[in-house]
């Protein structure tokens, strides 16, 4: 059987998580259920923003918890798909927009633009 890079979340593994660090684990309880409660942005837009986000950190935990939870905030799959979309988009974007460095060192190395 092929071992995965990530183990699965376990209740073993979340009881270990919160009895190592118990104030902090209550403190990112508290602060998590603060960011995705219903807002001037709705719980199921904030989950797609979450999808986004966490293929953009690339967190395997996250995509599959963010995505059940988006579900189950009322958000069709399509709307997932499309939230990953953006994310794909954003971390290209970023690839794009820094090649303004690149850009500049080569002109400074060359010390002309567009050689």
């Known amino acids: 059987m092929e071992q995965s890079m990530y183990p699965s979340s376990t209740k073993e593994l979340a009881k270990q998580r919160t009895e190592l660090a118990p104030d902090t684990m209550a403190a990112f309880r508290a602060f998590s259920a603060s960011v995705f409660a219903e807002g001037a942005l709705s719980k199921k ?23 059940e939870a988006a579900l189950k905030q009322g958000a069709t799959d399509k709307e997932v798909m499309e939230a990953i979309w953006v994310a794909a988009e954003m971390r290209a974007g970023g690839a794009f927009a820094h090649s303004a460095l690149a850009l500049d060192t080569m002109n400074h190395v060359h010390g002309t633009p567009g050689d």
């Open 45 to 67: 837009n904030k989950q797609l923003i979450a999808v986004a986000v966490a293929h953009v950190t690339q967190c395997p935990y996250c995509i599959r918890g963010h995505t």
